[in-house]
């Protein structure tokens, strides 16, 4: 595992030479905030960290229902049951294996490793704009149906899951990048991306985290360029 800190935020990467599963501790006053939960075995890595700083992780936040961003929720809940747990109302249906599709939405074969025998069930179920300690809630649709990704209202830094991947260049849901095509093969609908692609970048945010890949500073003209990538993509 490598940690790396970026003012209160830090990343915890599994694997980071080879197939990088990120997770994230969100530093509060006096409590901490865990986005997503890796892989199975990666609780022991949270709960050390969270002992290096002192702090109880009180909330477990899922930016979505795949299984390398919720690999070790059940022995996280396990050790932290006082902890609640925090998904999108959509994604919340991946929690239980549903894979059916809503009126309304694209009908295309939601993609990607989904937990069949998860025990943990949410405790708060999320919709835009819902404030999360210091975090806002914000839809990011497209790699799921339920996609959230978390923007800290004190520094602008975005963690955005898999609505970009940073691992082997910046790169929007749905687009495959050669190097390192595992999310977008994980990715539901890639019309849908794009459009949350387009609202993530209209936060402006001060930094990018993503669940696979380093987190990248000061991202804007990145993002612009791999928005306009996947737009020609998805017009060829």
Known sequence: MRLQQHEQLFQLSFLPNAFPVNCYIVEEESELTLIDAALPY???????TAKQLQKPITRIVLTHAHEDHIGSLDSLKAALPNAKVFISERDAMLMNHDMSLLPGEPQ??????????LKTRPDVLLHDGDRIGSLTAVSAPGHTPGSMAFLDTRNSCLIAGDAFQTRAGLAVAGKINLLFPFPAFGTWDKQTALESARKLRSLSPSLLATGH???LPNPSKQMDKAIAEAKAKLER
Do not use: D, E, N, R
Request: glycine share 16%; no cysteine; charged share 15%.
């Open 213 to 215: 890949g380093a987190m």
């Open 42 to 48: 990666s609780h022991k890595a949270i709960l050390q």
């Open 108 to 117: 295309t074969p939601i993609k990607g490793g989904v937990p069949k025998t």
